[in-house]
């Protein structure tokens, strides 16, 4: 399982971005998918989880009613749509795949995640 995230790039505060992660690999319709940011000096955090179907969804409270993920398994892609942005948001931001789980669960916890993308900067100016 390859993942292979995009989308970052330089915003201004208030304003949105879509990041994308896509995965290669035949069983990305059973892969839990998560997303996790890291700001400079700072530990990983988990962002959202979304379950196999996309019927569950799981959000940190800084970005819940902000930031919505969503998945299309037939384009083997899972997306981030982070609206109303702000400076703390400045992160590289990661997606993360869970090959060991169970239909209709989602995951905060970073090693619950065996693969994980390179990550794609987000910046957000004041």
């Known amino acids: 399982v390859q993942l292979q995230a995009s989308g970052g790039g330089l915003v201004q505060a208030g304003n949105s971005l879509r990041l994308s992660c896509t995965v290669s690999?035949?069983?990305?319709?059973?892969?839990?998918m998560g997303w996790f940011r890291q700001a400079p000096g700072k530990e990983r955090e988990f962002v959202a989880s979304?379950?196999?179907?996309?019927?569950?969804?799981d959000y940190a409270n800084s970005v819940k009613g902000r930031f919505t993920t969503s998945r299309e398994n037939g384009k083997n892609t899972v997306y981030l749509q982070m609206n109303s942005l702000r400076p703390e948001d400045t992160a590289v931001y990661y997606c993360?795949?869970?090959?060991?789980?169970?239909?209709?669960?989602?995951?905060?916890?970073?090693?619950?995640?065996?693969?994980w993308g390179q990550g794609t900067l987000v910046t957000v100016s004041s």
């Open positions: 993360a795949a869970d090959d060991n789980s169970v239909a209709g669960a989602t995951s905060t916890r970073a090693v619950r995640y065996e693969h």
């Open positions: 979304i379950s196999w179907a996309g019927t569950r969804k």
């Open positions: 690999g035949p069983t990305f319709g059973r892969l839990v």
